[in-house]
């Protein structure tokens, strides 16, 4: 492997990687086909194959757990009722994600929400805790555990603007890629790459505010900063 | 222009894409050398790249959502046929009116037909019993040809008309 120069190992290590998605996608197209002659199983298929990305996608903009079941059906319930219009021009998987980025802003306007309201700052205890998993720099064990982080980084990403904050937790809670939020979101992939850039940023302004104001990071800020 | 806010970096305009794909690991081999070769010597671009590393690793501690129960897909496709149902039932619903509409005129024109079937079949009846009557008591219609002995010409004709007005 030391040979071997380091583009050629990532392509090496891409091409299984894409060829089963290639693979999947024709795959996808078939039982695309299937639906809109009226195999109900082949849609099903579809439903198991995408349920957890929707899910993903739906959470993560969302936020609101008690939600997300409800949203997800009515996705999947849109997409079967309109999927003898699909052309397949596009991938099935970007045409059912833009149903569900729709179904999303739909609920919250019907709604009349924000995606995810937090009137209380973090608690001295939540700042403590977070600076601890921090530093472990690993998961949090255990649901519980993990919920909670979950809930103090919500806080968190709910002090950035709306786009941001779904960029972010896209990307790196729920693992979209830049190409397909860009899809998605019908941004141009540059675009969504310098928002990005730009929302980790404001993100680590957020976390050190919280940790400054609980006298959590000075000590080491002042030693990053004299390195 | 690189400038640093008050709690962090903001690298330089040009370098932001290029920084997020370097941090994706999705920079090819040249782009990634002269990228790092930038911020070698850009302290503010370093300082951003440190930064959203830091973003990536605070993110990530959170993990993904829940995902979708084991019934999930089974309990999505008991709702599309709920609504396929209710769809088909409206769809009935809206032409329903129009429906009943015809079969109530299908059923009224049967009647009439049935009425006037009936009414053309006794009338049928009447009248040859009448005309049985008629050459039972030798009573006809006076103008009209005896089908027996029809006339052989004009002149027998005229005879008939003559022996007729006699009898008056």
Redesign the interface.
Known sequence: MADV???MA?SAQALPLSLDRKRKKEEDRELVRLSQDGT?AA??EL??RH??RV??LV??ILRR?ED??DV??QV??KA??GIKRFDQRAAFSTWLYKIAVNECWDYLRKKKVRPLVYEADLSEEQVSRLDG??SA????EGPGA?AE??EV??RMLAALPEQDRQL??LK????FS?QELAEILDLNV?TV??R???A??R???V???RM?SSGKLAGSRSTQRKG | MATE???????C?KY??L???Y????L??TDAKSAEQHWRDCANCRG?LE??A???????????????GPA??????A??RA?EQERSSERAGFWQPLVSLGWRFAATATLVLGALVSYDAGWGRHAQRNLATARLTGTSDIFAPDPANPPADRDEVLMMVAETNHGK
């Open positions: 120069p380091k583009s990532a109900e849609f099903e439903v198991r349920q957890q899910f993903a959470g993560g757990p997300v079941e997800a059906q999947f319930l079967y009722l998993i921090v720099d690993r998961p949090p993990r982080t979950r980084l919500d972010l937790v790196e809670m729920e693992g830049v540059n790459k310098v990005l850039f730009r980790r940023g993100i680590m302004d976390y050190r505010r400054d | 806010t008050k709690f962090g970096y903001t690298a305009a932001e894409a920084l997020e794909d941090l994706d690991g999705a090819e081999l951003a930064q959203a830091s973003s990536v690793r605070l993110l990530r501690l959170a993990g993904p959502s829940v995902g979708p999930f897909a089974r309990t999505v496709m709702r599309i609504a």
